[in-house]
């Protein structure tokens, strides 16, 4: 399909999402015949919101076909795979998650359309969650305490209340991007499916009646024939000048 058809779905169901229209964004997203990461991100996200658990799997699956070096990806289907008590494969995207993160302890998703920061203490929280149900308990304390090291917003509140969760032997929620946060196309392309106007408004500078060409054509003939006859009688008494001069 067209580069332009593409980025005119994707920000109608973006727009979708933004009114809370799971069902229509979904239906624009599934007129896309070519996806790429970021769409199909937004396709797991939705899916996510209505509840399909199964769909978003295989969404997120596609997203890392497209970019397996997508660590916002791993982490979002670490978290769906929780959801579906997939415990082993939650576990190994979160140590996919972590090892993309390539030692930064933020990656910050907005140059890609995506409004979101994602902390490596948040990918920690995710691999203690799977621990958590897995009843591995002193696992997820140790988890969390590393987490609790690491910088980012919002840390020290949440890690606090997953260790008082744990010590109670309670399971931990896993963590995802907000509902609603997804990628979005680039502003500057969807400025581009507006029309232009390249000619601009038509503006009447000055109206012609048919008596006033008449006019103007007799004005420019009366003109010309005036700057004719000066023209003949310079000539001629020139001439004249010339004769007398010459006898």
Known sequence: MLYIELIKLWDEAVRA?????WQSALTKLNQI???NCRTMFVVASTHIALGQVDLAI???DQVIAKDSCLAVGFFQRSAVHMMANRLEE???DCIWAQKFMRENPVIDYKQLGLRYKMYSWQVLYNAAAVHSRLQQWDKARE??????????????????IALEAISRREVLEPLLVPEGEVFRPRKQEVDQLKPRDFLGEAKVTCIFT????????LEINYKMQNSIIVQYMTFK????SLCLFVF
Not at 210 to 217: A, D, P, T, V, W
């Open 17 to 21: 999402i933004d009114s809370r229209d």
């Open 33 to 35: 015949t070519e996806h």
């Open 58 to 60: 295989e969404a997120l």
């Open 90 to 92: 939650a576990l190994a």
């Open 143 to 160: 988890i969390l305490t590393a987490a609790s090291q690491e910088r980012g917003a919002g840390r020290s509140n949440l890690i606090g």
């Open 210 to 217: 048919l008596y006033s060409c008449f006019k103007s054509c």
């Open 237 to 240: 008494h020139k001439r004249m």
